[in-house]
Nanobody
Framework: QVQLVESGGGLVQAGGSLRLSCVVS????????MGWFRQAPGKKREFVAT????????TYADSVKGRFTISRDNAKNTVYLQMNSLKPEDTAVYYC??????????????WGQGTQVTVSS
């Protein structure tokens, strides 16, 4: 059974930075494409970024391009999300997941508990 454990969230002022981590257990991490998603209060969960398993290629939502960077460390079974120039609209619970490509990247495992990111203005 795959387990996803996110951490690194917190309260930060606008313009600040945070680095989120997600440790994955229960499957061969190096073969898994990974993604970050977020859900703001009263809104649907949305895609943030993905990183491929083979060539580490990345994709980003337009709203975070140039500010967020997704990366992975296969030796640590961990995927990261470096978030810079944070805005109040980035406030959300952030989740990671294993993703598969079906014309777009979709999450395929049960969600973890997520990590709360709050950006004050």
């Amino acid at each position: 059974q795959v387990q996803l454990v996110e951490s690194g969230g917190g309260l930060v002022q606008a313009g600040g930075s945070l680095r989120l981590s997600c440790v994955v257990s229960g499957r061969t991490f190096s073969r898994a494409a990974m993604g970050w998603f977020r859900q703001a209060p009263g809104k649907k969960r949305e895609f943030v970024a993905t990183v491929a398993s083979n060539d580490n290629s990345t994709t980003y939502a337009d709203s975070v391009k140039g500010r967020f960077t997704i990366s992975r460390d296969n030796a640590k079974n961990t995927v990261y999300l470096q978030m810079n120039s944070l805005k109040p609209e980035d406030t959300a619970v952030y989740y990671c997941n294993v993703v598969s490509y079906y014309g777009t990247y979709l999450p395929v495992q049960a969600w973890g508990q997520g990590t709360q990111v709050t950006v004050s203005s």
